[in-house]
């Protein structure tokens, strides 16, 4: 088992950067990927970005791509997501996930076993 917790969320104008750490906990030497999704008001939770926790490779969401990026130090068990140039639409609760199960896609969510509280992400136009 393991345990996420997410901080970094905020208020930013449109433009901004904030930063995003996933604190994890626990059985994490045996976990295949870490992830952020987000979830707006009345809509479906979606995929960001994540990352292989061995190997590195990685996956985004494409409205995403070139302005956001996802690294881990493993040293700290802990996954980042630097968020620049935020947009209105990038508003939403931010979540870390992670998961054990090798192979599929990173940007399955039904994949990942365990999730943080989350966190609030507000850009202001």
């Known amino acids: 088992q393991v345990q996420l917790v997410e901080s970094g969320g905020g208020l930013v104008q449109a433009g901004g950067s904030l930063r995003l750490s996933c604190a994890a906990s626990?059985?994490?030497?045996?976990?295949?990927?870490m992830g952020w999704f987000r979830q707006a008001p009345g809509k479906e939770r979606e995929f960001v970005a994540a990352?292989?926790?061995?190997?590195?490779?990685?996956d985004y969401l494409d409205s995403v791509k070139g302005r956001f990026t996802i690294s881990s130090d493993y040293a700290k068990n802990t996954v980042y997501l630097q968020m620049n140039s935020l947009e209105p639409t990038d508003t939403a609760v931010y979540s870390c996930?992670?998961?054990?199960?090798?192979?599929?896609?990173?940007?399955?969510?039904?994949?990942?076993?365990?999730w943080g509280q989350g966190t609030q992400v507000t850009v202001s136009s």
């Open positions: 996930a992670a998961r054990y199960p090798p192979g599929g896609r990173l940007s399955e969510g039904k994949l990942y076993e365990y």
């Open positions: 626990g059985r994490t030497a045996s976990m295949y990927a």
């Open positions: 990352i292989r926790w061995y190997g590195g490779r990685t």
